[in-house]
């Protein structure tokens, strides 16, 4: 059962009941991402992430990694474009600490200056780790070049030279300026009942104070280029994508349906052809990436250098035929089915369910059931599909990136024109 509750400062708090669970999955979710830092703040949100289990003002570090563990449950927080999420699943009769841990960290970090310094170490042998990771790092190079000139093109954890710049003072403004309680979500779910949640949330939540910032968000645009990276690699690794929809379009289930097809799932084009048919590449897939006001579609794969030209054109020849010709009507009741079972078989987790409770607030503030997003699914034809991988698939919106041994490449703008 799904119940919400405004607090009087706005704060929202959401909880589905699950009661034949034994366990509870509680969230701090923050409408604040790297996309709201200013330039020189690349990074913030992240850091600011990890600093709060750094110690409050009555938890060391160690007390609070030493008491979560104790209750035999898991907690994590992560960063994204858009959202910063704190959370924690334990079974129910431990619920009351995790929630006094979770507020006391959120609201009493004190940033103390040794931990500042001795995480800014860690942040940054973090960015040295993927920039040694060429799998990931393709995706940072490419998102850069896709969204040139806007946060959203930034890595989440920033830049050598901004985690280096890092100050407290520069946290403590970052917090005041986007951490209001109007953008905080508290989302619980499993065997939790609404009214004890929000007992036990509300004397500490209900104290934050609203304030008249307003963060500013710029629609990106897309860069539309080609970007050669040498590299001493056994692989090229390759990036290629284009306009995709946002989280509120209603194209956005069509989008889903081309990326199954194209190469979200193993019976995919792409995963077919490049790889079982013509042994090209072990890991090659298509991915969403969809935000409030934006998305993009994108294709990833790393094959021998001398597979290259062949990988691509293969690619190009499969977005093609998504242009040229419609989906058959077993394909997409394929793809149909793929994503109901993905979402069902999630919605079995009270982590997801947690999560989900909070996306749904975030995005469209209010509950979405899951009966109307299958129907959504259901509407879509085999005619809408091919209209939009039309409208997506332009040259104008294309950007290809290559991270390997990319001497003696010729590739130009005109390669995109697909």
Same mark, same amino acid.
């Given at each position: 059962?799904?119940?919400?509750?405004?607090?009087d400062?706005?704060?929202?708090?959401?909880t589905?009941q699950?009661?034949?669970?034994h366990?509870v999955?509680?969230g701090?979710?923050?409408?604040?991402?790297?996309?709201?830092?200013r330039?020189?703040?690349?990074?913030?949100?992240?850091?600011?992430?990890?600093?709060?289990?750094?110690?409050?003002?009555?938890?060391?570090?160690?007390?609070i990694?030493?008491?979560l563990d104790?209750?035999?449950?898991?907690?994590?927080?992560?960063?994204?474009?858009?959202?910063?999420?704190?959370?924690a699943?334990v079974?129910?009769?431990? =619920?009351? %600490? $995790?929630v006094?841990?979770? &507020?006391?960290?959120?609201? /009493? +970090?004190?940033?103390?200056?040794?931990?500042?310094?001795r995480?800014?170490?860690?942040?940054?042998?973090?960015i040295?780790m993927?920039?040694?990771t060429?799998?990931?790092?393709?995706?940072?190079?490419?998102?850069?070049?896709?969204?040139d000139?806007?946060?959203?093109?930034r890595?989440i954890?920033?830049?050598?030279q901004t985690?280096?710049?890092?100050?407290?003072e520069?946290?403590?403004?970052?917090?005041s300026?986007?951490y209001?309680?109007?953008?905080?979500?508290l989302s619980?779910?499993g065997?939790v009942?609404?009214?004890?949640? =929000?007992? %036990? $949330?509300?004397?500490?939540f &209900?104290n934050i104070?609203? /304030? +008249?910032?307003?963060?500013?968000?710029k629609v990106?645009?897309?860069?539309s280029r080609?970007?050669?990276?040498p590299?001493?690699?056994?692989q090229?690794?390759?990036c290629?994508?284009?306009?995709?929809?946002?989280?509120?379009?209603k194209?956005?289930?069509?989008?889903?349906?081309l990326?199954?097809?194209l190469?979200?799932s193993?019976?995919s084009r792409?995963?077919?052809e490049?790889?079982?048919?013509?042994g090209?590449?072990?890991?090659?897939?298509s991915?969403l990436?969809?935000?409030?006001d934006?998305?993009?579609?994108?294709i990833?794969?790393?094959?021998?250098?001398?597979n290259?030209?062949e990988?691509?054109?293969?690619i190009?020849?499969e977005?093609?035929?998504?242009?040229?010709?419609?989906?058959?009507e077993?394909?997409l009741?394929?793809?149909k089915?793929?994503?109901?079972?993905?979402?069902y078989?999630?919605?079995e987790?009270?982590?997801?369910?947690?999560?989900r409770?909070?996306?749904?607030e975030?995005?469209?503030?209010?509950f979405?059931?899951?009966?109307?997003?299958?129907?959504?699914?259901?509407?879509?034809?085999?005619?809408?599909v091919?209209t939009l991988?039309?409208q997506?698939f332009?040259?104008?919106?294309m950007?290809?990136?290559?991270?390997?041994q990319v001497?003696g490449?010729?590739?130009d703008?005109?390669?995109?024109d697909?």
């Open positions: 059962m799904y119940r919400k509750t405004v607090l400062n706005g704060m929202r708090v959401v589905e699950i009661p034949y669970l366990s999955s509680m701090i979710w923050l409408n604040v991402g790297s996309r709201d830092e330039e020189n703040e690349s990074g913030l949100t992240h850091f600011i992430e990890h600093m709060l289990f750094k110690g409050t003002k009555k938890r060391s570090a160690q007390e990694a030493k008491q104790a209750v035999g449950g898991m907690s994590n927080a992560f960063t994204s474009k858009e959202n910063t999420c704190f959370h699943k079974i129910d009769s431990h =619920l009351p %600490l $995790v006094d841990i979770l &507020s006391d960290i959120f609201l /009493h +970090s004190v940033f103390d200056g040794a931990e500042v310094e995480e800014r170490e860690v942040i940054l042998q973090e040295h993927v920039e040694d060429p799998d990931e790092y393709v995706h940072i190079l490419f998102n850069r070049n896709f969204w000139g806007n946060p959203m093109g890595p954890f920033g830049s050598i985690v280096q710049s890092f100050t407290k520069m946290i403590m403004g970052y917090l300026r986007g209001h309680p109007d953008r905080i979500v619980a779910a065997n009942k609404h009214g004890e949640f =929000l007992e %036990l $949330v509300e004397p500490a &209900s104070k609203r /304030h +008249s910032y307003t963060l500013n968000r990106p645009l897309i860069s080609v970007d050669l990276y590299r001493e690699l056994e090229i690794h390759l290629l994508g284009t306009r995709g929809t946002s989280l509120v379009e194209e956005r289930y069509s989008c889903s349906i990326n199954v097809i190469g979200g193993m019976s792409l995963f077919q490049v790889r079982e048919r013509r090209l590449a072990y890991s090659i897939y991915f990436s969809s935000h409030t934006a998305g993009m579609v994108g990833y794969g790393a094959v021998r250098p001398h290259i030209t990988t691509l054109e293969v190009r020849g977005i093609r035929r998504f242009k040229e010709e419609p989906i058959s077993a394909e009741r394929a793809a089915e793929h994503i109901k079972g993905g979402i078989l999630a919605a987790n009270t982590d997801n369910r947690m999560s409770l909070a996306k749904n975030i995005i469209f503030d209010r979405v059931p899951y009966e109307e997003i299958e129907a959504g699914l259901e509407s879509v034809t085999v005619e809408e091919q991988a039309q997506l332009r040259a104008e919106f950007s290809l990136v290559l991270l390997g001497d490449l010729n590739l703008q005109t390669y995109l697909i």
